[in-house]
Each structure stands twice: as structure tokens, then as C-alpha cells.
Nanobody, 116 residues
Framework: QVQAVESGGGLVQPGGSLRLSCAAS????????MSWYRQAPGTERERVAV????????NYADSVKGRFTISRDNAKNTAYLQMDNLKPEDTGVYYC?????????WGQGTQVAIAS
């Protein structure tokens, strides 16, 4: 079955960095764009970044442009989100997402907390 398992979350100080990973299985990874979403407490989920199947094309939310980098390794069936210069407002649960023709698949999420 389809799986996308996130890892790499944690607690860091403002200005710090984290690298999230999304290990995918159960589908042909290289055929699908991959996205990262996040949900802060009391807010709706928002898309943070998306990467094309080849990794050539990427798109970011304005709030993370210049600080976050999405990438993928199709040989390892893994997507990544490098997060630098983290801010308290980046706190939330980060999800790896795949859009299939039959519907959107969400990973279980990984918690990211930015605090002094």
C-alpha cells in the first residue's frame, strides 16, 4: 500500500535548521510531484513547497522563500525539505503529500517546534 513516512522534525532555536525526509513506498515515486504541507496550531494546512517529478521545477509559499529548499532523490524514493533560518512561526506539523488521480495522500506528519 502507499506510504509516505516523514522524519527529521524536532525542537530547534530560532535561526536554526532542520532537514525533513519523506520516505515513500507503494507507488512509482518518480512519476509524481511531491509536496510538503504544514499545519500550525489553530490554523488550516498550507502548502509550503512542491517539486516536480524530475526535481527541475519547484514552488514555494512566500513565507518560506529563500529559507526552505525542497528536493528529491528518485533513486531513493525520498523527498526532502531543508529548512534554514527557522522562525517561531514555522512551528507546526509538517506533512509529505502526494496527489494521485484518485485522491490526495497525506503522510502521518512530523512535529517541528521553533522556540528559544
Amino acid at each position: 500500500q502507499v506510504q509516505a513516512v516523514e522524519s527529521g522534525g524536532g525542537l530547534v532555536q530560532p535561526g536554526g535548521s532542520l532537514r525533513l525526509s519523506c520516505a515513500a513506498s507503494g507507488f512509482t515515486f518518480s512519476m509524481y510531484a511531491m509536496s510538503w504541507y504544514r499545519q500550525a496550531p489553530g490554523t488550516e494546512r498550507e502548502r509550503v513547497a512542491v517539486i516536480s517529478t524530475t526535481g527541475v521545477d519547484t514552488n514555494y509559499a512566500d513565507s518560506v522563500k529563500g529559507r526552505f529548499t525542497i528536493s528529491r532523490d528518485n533513486a531513493k524514493n525520498t523527498a526532502y525539505l531543508q529548512m534554514d533560518n527557522l522562525k517561531p512561526e514555522d512551528t507546526g506539523v509538517y506533512y509529505c503529500v502526494v496527489d494521485f488521480p484518485q485522491g490526495r495522500y497525506w503522510g502521518q506528519g512530523t512535529q517541528v517546534a521553533i522556540a528559544s
